[in-house]
């Protein structure tokens, strides 16, 4: 069995600029969203999810399915990096600072 680590564990980031000029734009990057909120993803901002993987096989896997599904037009950019990355990462609301987000315990993980 491999030990638990955060250079093992992955967090997958989807972030994108789709099109909302007319109604089928607006209704593609609608089905997007959803689409990735379906896969499990969260939302971290307005375009931009976000969703915790076990392992480099799973961001393969999640990035496969994510390129069969892409809008036609617009911009979509996809990060991994490790969960010890995530642990360095700062979030503000206006001038204050946010409280470290926790991540999932083993048990939502299996």
């Not at 909302?20 to 959803?34: G, I, L, M, P, Y």
């Not at 993987?53 to 393969?60: A, L, R």
Request: charged residues 30%; positive net charge; contains cysteine.
């Amino acid at each position: 069995m491999k030990a638990l680590s955060g250079y093992r564990f992955m967090w997958l980031q989807v972030l994108f600029d789709l099109p909302v000029t007319t109604k089928k734009t607006r209704k593609a990057a609608s089905k997007f969203r959803c689409f990735l909120l379906d896969l499990g993803f969260e939302m971290a901002q307005y375009s931009v999810y976000q969703r915790f993987c076990s392992g480099k096989e799973m961001v393969e896997n999640y990035i496969k399915r994510i390129e069969k599904s892409l809008p036609e037009y617009g911009k979509v950019h996809i990060l991994a990096f490790t969960d010890k990355q995530y642990e360095n990462m700062k979030t503000f609301r206006g001038k204050k600072r946010q409280k470290k987000q926790e991540n999932p315990g083993q048990l939502t993980l299996f």
